[in-house]
């Protein structure tokens, strides 16, 4: 008995379907086209040992304006006053961190970090400032609306020693499911507010002293050559509160970025000077303090090369200035003189590399 051609043409086409709709791939290939969402990752303890490679430099500007009768004729609204330069304070710094996440989301954070340095460079610089007047000076010389034109200039090599703390408080506000694709790759991020505490402080020696420019159109200056004797001591320290946002990303399997800045609005800022060459100043004799703003930035890149263990490396700056406080000198006999702070900054900047590990 003959089937009808019509069931032929059904089974062919039956068959022609399931060949077309069958994968050539192997069921683990097929797996390589399909997303899935895997548990966000997390962690109860982080710990970070990084080498900031820093160029770290600071400025103290202070004056006082002068009495007008101190000039011929009397002149009124001129300044005479100082800038402090400390530069080439390089060296390594080294971080130490520890960050605890007791309930997922919410995280606190320490570090602290100090560093030794030495071959810096310090120049002092005294000027006169008298934007559109006319100084008849004592040498007999006329100077025409000079700005912060330096009457004495002296250097001096420094050396000494920075140390900071930070203590943050981080709460998660925004993450992304994290992602598959056959676990070879991910995406996900995240990003953190914090909030926290800042303390950073330099102490600085300055000795070999060596005196620049000399000139007697106003004050008697030491003449130039070296300064015998020369062994004082600076201290300039920031603090205050600070607040900003950490971004966190998943490169990869194996790789991870993050991105951090944070700003101080109220940064205290307290300095000192013993100068031993001048015996009528107390130790310290020179005390300044002024508020002013803390700016900080950091990114990072690191690779998970074992379990529970990254290797990472970025690049970090810290900026400190203040527009205006106040700087007063303490006399052996007990009495005291203030003076205007014009102005006073410090930069740290420079790349790091590390080692974190977490659990």
Request: proline share 5%; net charge positive; hydrophobic share 35%.
């Amino acid at each position: 008995m003959k089937r009808p051609r019509s069931t032929y043409f059904c089974a062919c086409l039956a068959l022609a379907a399931a060949l077309f709709c069958a994968s050539p791939f192997p069921a683990s290939a097929r797996y390589y086209y399909s997303w899935e969402k895997k548990p966000a990752k997390s962690f109860l303890i982080k710990t970070r040992v990084r080498r900031w490679q820093t160029a770290t430099s600071g400025q103290v500007r202070a004056s006082i304006v002068t009495p007008a009768d101190l000039w011929s004729p009397p002149t009124d609204n001129i300044s005479m006053g100082n800038t402090n330069d400390f530069k080439v304070m390089d060296a390594p710094l080294y971080l130490l961190s520890a960050e605890v996440q007791p309930v997922r989301g919410f995280s606190v954070e320490f570090e602290t970090g100090d560093n030794s340095f030495s071959g810096g460079k310090y120049y002092e610089h005294d000027w006169l400032h008298a934007t559109n007047k006319t100084l008849y000076l004592y040498s007999g010389a006329v100077w025409e609306s000079p700005q912060h034109r330096d009457y004495a200039k002296s250097s001096a090599e420094t050396g000494g020693t920075a140390r900071q703390y930070s203590l943050a408080a981080y709460l998660n506000v925004y993450k992304t499911d994290p992602l598959a694709q056959d676990e070879e790759y991910e995406v996900a991020h995240s990003l953190d507010f914090f909030a926290g505490y800042s303390w950073y402080e330099t102490k600085v020696r300055l000795f070999n002293g060596y005196t620049i420019m000399s000139t007697d159109v106003f004050l008697p200056t030491p003449p130039v050559g070296p300064t015998i004797g020369l062994d004082s001591r600076a201290t300039m320290r920031w603090s205050g509160w600070r607040f900003g946002f950490r971004e966190q990303a998943s490169l990869g399997k194996n790789f991870f970025a993050e991105g951090k800045f944070a700003f101080g609005p109220l940064m205290k800022y307290k300095g000192s000077n013993y100068w031993n060459l001048d015996t009528t100043l107390q130790n310290p004799g020179i005390r300044s303090s002024a508020t002013g703003t803390l700016v900080e930035f950091s990114l990072s890149a690191s690779y998970r090369f074992w379990e529970h263990f990254e290797f990472e490396g970025g690049w970090m700056a810290c900026s400190y200035k203040a527009a205006s406080g106040k700087q007063t000198y303490y006399y052996t006999d007990g009495s005291t003189w203030e003076g205007k702070l014009n102005k006073v900054s410090a930069t740290r900047k420079g790349v790091f590399f590390g080692l974190s590990w977490k659990y």
